[in-house]
Structure formats: C-alpha cells, structure tokens
C-alpha cells in the first residue's frame, strides 16, 4: 500500500516559501496597524484642539452677540465652565477663643442716622379693574427711584395689605409666634418651603451656652415642609423646637416660586423681628458650626461694618451671572434680559477688578450668608433689593451689585459700611450640604 509522504517531502522548499508569506503578511499587518494608530493619535489631537470651537462655534458666537448688544459693542469674555467641579474648601479665620467678656463696641451703631417707616396698605389703584393685592405692594417707578434716597421716608418693603373686601396674600405667622419673635434681639434665622431641603441643625458643640439662651433661632417652613420633616423623623417638641430651632410655619405663601418666597425672611429680617439689632441669615443648605456671637464679632465689630455678606467662590461680574442664569435655565431668560436691560440703562458697569476704584471685591455675593446689624441704612439696603428681587426675578445675585451701586451714586455723602468677605471665610463658619431637590426653573 501506498502512503502520501509528508508535503516537506513532496515539495522541499515549500516550507521556506510559506514560513516567508507568514513573516511578510505579520510585517504588513503590523505597519497597517500602526498606521491606524497614527492617523487615530493625529485625529483625535486635532479634535481636541480644533473640535470643540467647531461644535460650540454656534453657541459661543451667540453669548458674544448677546454682550455686544447689551454693552455697546464690547464684548465680555466668559470663562468656560470647567466639566470637573473644582473643590472649595474654608480658610483658617481668628475667631475669638470664647464669648466671656463679649462686649458690643462703643458707638458702634454711630452710622448714618435717618428714619424709615414702611407703607402697610394700598388702597385700589385709580381707574385700575383688575387691582390685585400683592405682597409687595404696587410700587410706582417714581416710587422706586425716591427710596433709593438715604432719608426719612415711608417706603415699600413687602407685607403690603391690599383694600377691604380684596383678600390679601401675606406671609401669615401664628400669635404665639409673632410674639416670640418681637423679643428677638439676636436672630439666627433660615428657611425651607416645598420641602426643597433637609433640616440643618446647628452644631450644638460650637454654640456657647451663652447664645443658646440668647439668640433666637427660627427656622420658617410651610405646612408643606413641616410634613416632610415630620416623616424625616423630625418632630417639633412641645415647645416648637426641633433641636435649637425653633420651627415657626407660614401660612398663605406670597408667591407661587418657593425661591422667590424665600426672600422674604432673608432680606427682611428687621421686619420680621422689629426689637432685633443684629440678624444672621443661613440659606437652608448651611449648617452653623460657629457660636453666632463670634460671628458678629468677627464681620461686624472687629471690621466696623453694618452688612457682611461673602462674594462669590467663582463669578465676580455680573455678565458672567446672567449667562450662568441662562446656561442653566434657572429662570425664564426674557425676564432676565429685561432686567440686565433696565440696570445697564441705569449706569450698571463690568466689574474690572484692576480698577482702583471698583467699591467691591466682587459684583456677584454668594448670598447665602448674611450678618447684619439693624441700622437705618442697613434696612433700607435690605427693603431696596428685597424690591428688586420682587419687581424682577428671585435670582437675587443679579440685583445686588445694582442695588448697592446705585444706593451709593444717590448718596454720595452718606456711607454703608458694607463688608464682602471671601467665601472661604463663609465655609469656615457655615458647612455648605446638598439640597434635598432642585426647585424647577421658574417661568414666571
């Protein structure tokens, strides 16, 4: 019988010829690849230089064209937003060691000294059918312009009652509660409507015994609110306190956007608790973890200022704002263009932080933290961007730099001892916690 040899045997050199193929066709594959790769590596570099103007091309054409329009022609370069969120931590500040001994400053209330009395009714606008009640009144522009004035006078500033036989729309408080606070001297005060947020308590460990007998501390909330703190667990004792707090509900919310309510107790806090001399007000992501004492005293007495409030960790104008506002719907962007018309109009500039005479370290506050010490200037600044916030929209970091700029161009002669501190001084004093939701954008 007959067997096929093996094909080395039948064909001597085929072996050698194959074994060369297979090391051509590897080389060749390995070149192709490595081309693949090269011109990969070179698309992608030219991607990342030239791609993303091409795809944003469009977008940041249009943010140019909208500051050309609304600045004259000059346009404002706004700082992309970076997609890794940057980490802000507190800086080390000299807080007094204790409260023993505290003493209020000698003729620390010696500032600018006028009278202010507040409009409580409106009666039905003349020739007007459709007259509703709000509860920031109607506040004429002429009005508007005449408050801005350091004077006596009789101004808006909400909590405006409309005609008999109209109802009326207010921030409506229990008895019991009103009367606690008209004996409020020292006032730590903060806010959650629509159950946006989790209860904060202060950090009893950092509170002297001294201020928890003596500073009131009031947190507002809806029925709405109290509900879901009440399933949280958190349940007011027989006192109406939950912790330091004490939980005081609001009945008959003035507005529809729970932001916009919000301010009621963040900007008027000298209405609210009329026998009060200093206020601090925490938004309701805070948490306190320092005495309220040392806190007056540190951005108040120790800087001789009436108002302290924190710029903001990353925005200093308030072009960059409105954009921010807009990128992220955070509320209807005609209103907000409305309004940055009517400020530039009204003399609103850049900020330039190379300009000597600039009045702020910044033109946009964080917001969140405020101390103030209730003297007439004070309030009036509060009751004027309360105003502001009532007449346009609740994003109140859009009104400030207007409001304090255009308060001091009408009285040159009169000061506002106004401290913008650096928000790691903020974080030092009050840690920044997520809220429980994000309110909707408002498109009202």
Excluded at 177 to 203: E, H, Q, W
Excluded at 400 to 419: E, G, I, W
Aim: with cysteine.
């Amino acid at each position: 019988m007959t067997f096929l040899k093996h094909s080395t045997e039948l064909f001597p050199n085929s072996y050698r010829a194959v074994s060369r193929g297979k090391r051509f066709g590897g080389f060749c594959k390995l070149r192709f690849l490595q081309w693949v790769f090269l011109l990969a590596a070179l698309f992608l570099t030219y991607f990342a230089t030239f791609g993303v103007n091409i795809f944003s091309h469009g977008d940041l054409d249009s943010r140019v064209l909208l500051l050309r329009e609304v600045h004259h022609g000059t346009p404002i370069v706004v700082k992309q937003p970076s997609k890794h969120r940057k980490q802000y931590r507190p800086c080390e500040i000299r807080l007094l060691d204790s409260v023993n001994g505290l003493v209020e400053p000698k003729d620390f209330t010696n500032f600018t000294q006028f009278l202010l009395d507040y409009i409580e009714k409106e009666d039905k606008l003349f020739r007007s059918n459709n007259f509703e009640p709000r509860f920031g009144g109607h506040q004429t522009l002429q009005e508007r312009e005449k408050s801005f004035y350091a004077a006596n006078q009789t101004l808006h500033c909400g909590f405006v009652k409309g005609p008999p036989g109209l109802s009326s729309t207010l921030f409506n408080l229990d008895e019991n509660d009103k009367a606690y606070m008209n004996t409020c001297v020292i006032v730590v005060s903060s806010c959650i409507f629509g159950s946006t947020d989790y209860l904060r308590r202060p950090d009893r460990r950092m509170i002297s015994e001294y201020s928890k007998k003596n500073v009131c501390f009031v947190m507002f909330v809806d029925k709405q609110t109290l509900s879901t703190l009440s399933s949280d667990g958190n349940i007011p004792n027989d006192r109406g306190y939950m912790g330091l707090w004490r939980i005081v509900v609001v009945r008959n919310l003035p507005y529809k956007d729970m932001r916009k309510t919000g301010k009621v107790p963040k900007f008027l806090s000298h209405r609210l608790f009329p026998s009060s001399r200093y206020s601090i007000w925490l938004d309701s992501k805070l948490r306190l973890i320092a005495d309220p004492m040392l806190i007056i005293e540190y951005f108040l007495w120790r800087t001789r200022s009436e108002y302290a409030i924190s710029n903001h960790y990353e925005r200093h104008c308030v072009w960059e704002e409105v954009l921010r506002n807009k990128r992220l719907n955070k509320y209807n962007h005609t209103a907000i263009d409305e309004q940055f018309a009517v400020y530039q109009s009204d003399g609103l500039t850049v900020f330039d932080p190379e300009d000597p005479s600039t009045p702020l370290p910044s033109y946009v506050p964080e917001g969140s933290f405020i101390i103030r010490a209730h003297t007439p200037i004070s309030n009036l600044f509060s009751c004027l961007w309360f105003n502001e916030v009532d007449r346009f929209t609740s994003r109140d970091q859009l009104s400030f730099a207007y409001t304090y700029l255009k308060l001091r161009r009408m009285n040159p002669d009169k000061s506002f001892h106004l401290n913008m501190f650096k928000d790691c001084e903020r974080r030092a004093t009050a840690k920044t916690l997520k809220h429980r939701l994000l309110s909707p954008p408002s498109t009202t």
